[in-house]
């Protein structure tokens, strides 16, 4: 595949090396900012929602560039996946579309699991762009409602980027990436039929929902920034991840949820 298209794509699972990679030490304050904005997006700015997930992508895990890809409902194999929010060097390709295939993304969603991936020059020749490679990349899969897309991060100059701890925060971010959407999707629809009193209330609630344990979690990374540095710092952060496990427990729990007819509109509502 990688003479062919340029893309090597590995599924994390699967691959002995990735286990064995050296942890990184991450920056607990920017590990702290950035959920501190997912809270903030999800409460007092829905429309932020997808941007700020891969800005803390970007800021969590050391990467160089992030984005969010969502399946076109009315995507050909020409225009298929469409990148929704971008972060880092690959900033300016928001709203890009690319094709079904070759694509990273579709080998992520067939299989359903985080996967370590390579962008070389050979893709970008045969999608007539210019931009930097992909020397290290994770990439998982995510879907809510109907709709089915991918999250991921990317090194631009560094071969092994990211670890294990790399790969657990990137779940838990998967899991807010379908919750934006639906939050996006609940949004549009309340706009639509603002006689949905109902589904607001609901909207509102689950936001705060989320908010709660966010904060919780912040809490406690800001309580490292003040007494922690160095390896003390790691340690920390990896009590962190047990927080954030529990919080994406929610996330799952409220992504089960379903949705309800509108008598009104026949339309499904949260």
């Given at each position: 595949?990688?003479?062919?298209?340029?893309?090597e794509?590995?599924d994390?699972?699967?691959?002995?090396?990735?286990?064995?990679?050296?942890?990184?030490?991450?920056?607990?304050?920017?590990?702290?900012?950035?959920?501190?904005?997912i809270?903030?997006?999800?409460?007092?700015k829905p429309?932020?929602?997808?941007?700020?997930?891969v800005n803390?992508?970007?800021?969590?895990?050391?990467?160089?560039?992030?984005?969010i890809?969502?399946?076109?409902?009315?995507?050909?194999?020409?225009?298929?996946?469409?990148?929704?929010?971008?972060?880092?060097?690959?900033?300016?390709?928001?709203?890009?579309?690319?094709?079904?295939y070759?694509?990273a993304?579709?080998?992520?969603?067939?299989?359903?699991?985080?996967q370590?991936?390579?962008v070389?020059?050979?893709f970008?020749?045969?999608?007539?762009?210019?931009a930097?490679?992909?020397?290290?990349?994770?990439?998982?899969?995510?879907?809510v409602?109907?709709?089915r897309?991918?999250?991921?991060?990317?090194?631009?100059?560094?071969?092994?980027?990211?670890d294990?701890?790399?790969?657990a925060v990137?779940?838990?971010?998967?899991?807010?990436?379908?919750?934006?959407?639906r939050?996006?999707?609940?949004?549009?629809?309340?706009?639509?039929q603002?006689?949905?009193?109902?589904?607001?209330?609901?909207?509102?609630?689950?936001?705060?929902?989320?908010n709660?344990p966010?904060?919780?979690?912040?809490?406690?990374?800001?309580?490292?920034?003040?007494?922690?540095?160095?390896?003390?710092?790691?340690t920390i952060?990896?009590?962190?991840?047990?927080?954030?496990?529990?919080?994406?427990?929610?996330?799952?729990?409220?992504?089960?949820?379903?949705?309800?007819?509108?008598?009104?509109?026949?339309?499904?509502?949260?």
């Open positions: 595949m990688w003479e062919d298209t340029g893309l794509v590995v994390i699972q699967g691959d002995a090396a990735y286990a064995t990679r050296q942890p990184h030490a991450r920056a607990v304050a920017a590990q702290m900012e950035g959920m501190q904005r809270a903030h997006a999800f409460v007092e429309d932020t929602i997808l941007l700020e997930l803390a992508a970007v800021a969590i895990c050391g990467a160089d560039s992030a984005g890809s969502i399946e076109r409902e009315d995507g050909t194999d020409k225009d298929f996946y469409h990148w929704v929010a971008t972060a880092g060097h690959y900033s300016g390709f928001m709203d890009a579309i690319l094709p079904r070759p694509s993304c579709g080998i992520c969603l067939e299989r359903g699991r985080p370590l991936f390579r070389g020059k050979r970008f020749d045969l999608m007539g762009i210019e930097p490679l992909v020397t290290d990349g994770i990439l998982l899969p995510w879907e409602d109907g709709t897309g991918t999250i991921f991060i990317m090194a631009h100059d560094r071969h092994e980027a990211f294990l701890d790399d790969c990137m779940q838990v971010l998967a899991d807010f990436a379908a919750m934006g959407v939050q996006l999707k609940q949004q549009k629809l309340l706009v639509e603002a006689s949905a009193a109902a589904a607001a209330a609901m909207a509102n609630d689950l936001a705060h929902q989320i709660n966010l904060q919780s979690l912040t809490n406690v990374l800001y309580l490292a920034v003040q007494g922690y540095s160095g390896t003390d710092a790691r952060g990896q009590q962190a991840l047990g927080d954030l496990e529990k919080l994406s427990a929610l996330v799952q729990k409220l992504l089960a949820l379903p949705y309800r007819k509108n008598e009104d509109s026949g339309r499904n509502i949260f």
